[in-house]
């Protein structure tokens, strides 16, 4: 299966400041069709994870455009522009490639 | 745009078996792949297995090969999991999410408890 590993396990920021998220798979999760099949989701403590960000960079319906996706082959990021209250949470990279879907450890943010 | 909601929370014992479910509305629940997903406490995510009702297709990670039965109920718009010969370590929050290569909707969560 494919290991995902994200980078690093834990964040804190300033509000109003930047963050980065790294995340890398072990193999491509590039399809022969061109799509990309590399995803961010945030979870919020006690609750359930939500979609972010899907193929790399495409923001999910609502989502703010403080959230950028970027990245190819095996190296992605998630960049949030400028960090505030509500992005507080644990962020998981996962690869929809192949099964089984698998998930990084997750990046916990936290607020300075 | 669908909404999934869970059943409730569950205690059992070790080698027992749980059947949760998962009710699908506002959308069309042929259209869509359904996926479970769970998280131990403290812990991240792990991706269980998922039915395709259009293809009366299931897959299954293999940790949970053999242990673990996922069912679309195509009348009642109701996905099931079940699982078998509960350890303690079966212990976590098992959320369905629709969709094919990805989760793009979540239900709440259902917390399951195994312990003696």
């Known amino acids: 299966e494919i290991v995902m590993t994200q980078s690093p396990l834990s964040l804190s920021v300033t509000p109003g400041q930047p963050a980065s998220l790294s995340c890398k798979s072990s193999?491509?999760?590039?399809?022969?069709?061109?799509?990309?099949?590399l995803y961010w989701y945030l979870q919020k403590a006690g609750q359930s994870p939500h979609l972010l960000i899907y193929?790399?960079?495409t923001r999910f319906s609502g989502v703010s455009d403080r959230f950028n996706g970027s990245g190819s082959g095996t190296d992605f990021t998630l960049k949030i522009s400028r960090v505030a209250a509500e992005d507080v949470g644990v962020y998981y990279c996962?690869?929809?490639?192949?099964?089984?879907?698998?998930f990084g450890q997750g990046t916990k943010v936290e607020i300075k | 745009q669908v909404q999934l909601v869970q059943s409730g929370a569950e205690v059992k014992k070790p080698g027992s078996s749980v059947k949760l479910s998962c009710k699908v509305s506002?959308?069309?629940?042929?259209?869509?792949?359904f996926n479970w997903v769970r998280q131990a406490p403290g812990q991240g995510l792990e991706w269980m297995g998922r039915?395709?009702?259009?293809?009366?297709?299931?897959d299954y990670a293999q940790n949970f090969q053999g242990r673990v039965t996922i069912i679309a109920d195509k009348s009642t718009g109701i996905v099931y999991l079940e699982v078998g010969s509960l350890r303690s370590d079966d212990t976590a929050v098992y959320f369905c999410?629709?969709?094919?290569?990805?989760?793009?909707?979540w239900g709440q969560g259902t917390l399951v408890t195994v312990s003696s």
């Open positions: 506002g959308g069309r629940f042929r259209s869509y792949g």
């Open positions: 193999q491509t999760l590039l399809h022969t069709n061109g799509k990309t099949s």
């Open positions: 039915v395709i009702p259009t293809l009366d297709m299931t």
């Open positions: 999410a629709s969709g094919y290569d990805y989760g793009v909707t």
């Open positions: 996962m690869q929809g490639y192949q099964l089984p879907w698998t």
């Open positions: 193929e790399v960079s």
